[in-house]
């Protein structure tokens, strides 16, 4: 009479074990976190959304991060550190200050955690892959343009974002060097900061206009800086008289080249971005060979294709 009760015992322990043990072998997920500069930023969560989809399509837990203002960017070291003390499969990093975080690097090396580049590269042998686009290209793309809105001469200036992201000193370079090396009749007047704050860019935009009362044109390098340069030149009475060259999108930047105020800016594909950065990431947590760079391109907008499908599925205010 006690046999089934004792078989019942034993095939409900075999049963058990058996669960447990599917349960403790079945793989965890990959765990990949994205830091950025200012996560809030319009431009950095359209790079989240990308982020989001690559997650869902490789299966890994991917986390979004970075400070919340301006003002706290020098925390970006302690972000990073803190991510590695979780032992991730990967880290995608777009860097505020790549010297900064050269130590957290080499760790992140020691540990076997590959690092990839986003947007903003590390000249670091450590990263695997930088995802972004040639910003000394793009910088070269906006003199150019600058130049032949302008008839090849006159004062111009630039707006950038500051003096230690590599982002902003290709793009800063691309168009400095352009100008100096290729249209003798121009001149850069000036460069200065916005720190990818639109008020700071409005104030140094200003005393730009004070100082430079000739000046016949301005490149705001970076979503905030165009912001800035629009609002200047307003208040200061100069639209019609200046040309502006922005980068990346807004609301402001699409109202003003839809009306003239603005000539054009140069777009970037943050959606495809951070896609193109989680994949990576995964790729070489598997120990894939990855390219030295993954380009995700850049393009021109202005009034006579910023409705065009292509340019329309880039913008974003």
């Known amino acids: 009479m006690k046999r089934p009760f004792v078989v019942g015992i034993i095939l409900s322990i075999v049963i058990g ?23 809030t930023q319009p431009f950095w969560q359209q790079v989240k959304l990308g ?33 590695l003390d979780k032992n991730p499969s990967s880290i995608v990093l777009s860097a505020v200050d790549a010297k900064a975080l ?29 995802v972004g686009i040639d910003n000394y290209g793009a910088g070269v793309l906006a003199a150019e343009k600058m130049a032949e809105l302008l008839g090849y001469k006159g004062e111009v200036g630039l707006i950038s974002v500051d003096r230690v992201n590599k982002i902003s000193i290709d793009r800063r370079d691309g168009f400095v060097d352009t100008i100096n090396q ?14 990818a704050n639109a008020n700071k860019a409005e104030e140094v935009t200003k005393k730009l206009l004070e100082d430079h009362p000739n000046i016949k044109g301005i490149f705001g390098g970076d979503r905030e800086a165009s912001i800035g340069v629009i609002n200047a030149a307003k208040e200061f009475e100069k639209i019609g008289d200046l040309i502006i060259i922005g980068f990346d999108s807004s609301k402001t930047l699409i109202d003003t080249i839809r009306d003239g105020t603005v000539a054009g800016a140069i777009t970037q594909r943050p959606i495809l971005m951070g896609y193109e950065a989680v994949r990576a990431a995964y790729k070489a947590s598997e120990g894939e060979k990855l390219p030295e760079f993954i380009d995700t391109g850049f393009e021109w907008y202005d009034k006579s294709n910023i409705d065009k499908p292509y340019i329309k599925d880039l913008l974003y205010e």
């Open 182 to 195: 290729r249209y003798p009749n121009m001149k850069v007047v000036a460069v200065e900061y916005g720190e």
């Open 51 to 83: 982020a989001e989809k690559a997650a869902e399509d490789y299966d890994v837990e991917m986390t979004f991060e970075g400070v919340e203002s301006e003002l706290l960017v020098n925390e970006q070291p302690n972000i990073f550190k803190a991510a």
């Open 17 to 39: 074990f058996s669960f447990a043990s599917e349960q403790k072998a079945a793989p965890e997920k990959k765990y990949i976190p994205v830091i950025v500069r200012i996560k």
């Open 102 to 130: 050269g130590p957290y690097l080499e760790k992140a090396q020691e540990a076997g955690i590959p690092v990839i580049g986003l947007n903003a590269g590390v000249d670091s042998p450590i990263v695997k892959t930088t």
